[in-house]
């Protein structure tokens, strides 16, 4: 009997966007969901494709420390730490960045980051 190769498993890439879009969407709905770091504005704490990161809405007030997805104006999301927090304004930035983000809105966070493994 001949060996029979396994089919090569399909690889997709997925608009990022599209794909926050569809999590955003599941976490507005109550959900809690997770996703695998991607990029190095979090490092050292958080290492891109190593770490996964679960989030939800936030269920308290968000304080200095918390890592938060949030969306830009220009509709790019975001995963950073609050680095300030002034009214509803929220001053941010990743732990391997030096610039601060300012101000960000209180209704451009959509969730914190709960748990990361």
């Known amino acids: 009997m001949k060996n029979k190769k ?9 608009d990022t ?3 926050l ?9 109550g959900n ?4 695998n770091v991607s990029g190095m504005s979090m490092f050292p704490f ?6 996964t990161v679960y989030f939800e809405a936030p269920k308290r007030n968000l304080r200095r420390g918390d890592i938060v997805f949030y969306q830009r104006s220009n509709g790019q999301y975001v995963m950073h730490r609050i680095y300030k927090v ?8 990743g732990d391997a960045q030096r610039v601060i983000e300012e ?15």
């Open 6 to 14: 396994s089919p090569e498993p399909t690889v997709r890439t997925i």
């Open 32 to 35: 809690s969901v997770s996703l």
């Open 46 to 51: 958080l290492e891109h494709e190593r770490d």
């Open 17 to 19: 966007q599209a794909y």
């Open 21 to 29: 879009t569809v999590l955003r969407e599941l976490v507005e709905d």
């Open 103 to 117: 101000p960000v809105q209180k209704d451009q966070i959509f969730a914190i980051v709960t748990q990361v493994k």
């Open 86 to 93: 002034k009214g509803d304004e929220y001053y941010i930035v």
